[in-house]
């Protein structure tokens, strides 16, 4: 069992940053990939970002490439998302998610590939 608890949301203006927080907790977390998703109102839940296990391997969708970057600590049970050049159309509650599957050759993007998620934490972006 993981547990996963999201920081970091707020209001900024356009063009601001943010940088999100996503602790980990159980016995095997840092064996997880992980990827951040993010939920509009009225609208899907839809992929934002992935990292590998270890780190080595990103992955973003193309609406926050160049913007956006995932990382994590594994020392510190910790995923980061920082969000730079933020615009309104990014205002939305921004989920963290583990994934069983540590590594993967097409990249994991759907909400079905994720086994544990946490109570996401909002982010609206002013114009």
């Known amino acids: 069992q993981v547990q996963l608890v999201e920081s970091g949301g707020g209001l900024v203006q356009a063009g601001g940053s943010l940088r999100l927080s996503c602790a980990a907790s159980?016995?095997?977390?840092?064996?997880?990939?992980m990827g951040w998703f993010r939920q509009a109102p009225g609208k899907e839940r839809e992929f934002v970002a992935r990292i590998s296990r270890n780190g080595d391997i990103p992955y973003y969708a193309d609406s926050v490439k160049g913007r956006f970057t995932i990382s994590r600590d594994n020392a510190k049970n910790t995923v980061y998302l920082q969000m730079n050049s933020l615009k309104p159309e990014d205002t939305a509650v921004y989920y963290c998610a583990a994934d069983r599957l540590p590594y993967s050759v097409v990249p994991r993007t759907t909400t079905r590939s994720y086994d544990y998620w946490g109570q996401g934490t909002q982010v609206t972006v002013s114009s």
């Open positions: 159980g016995r095997t977390s840092s064996n997880y990939a």
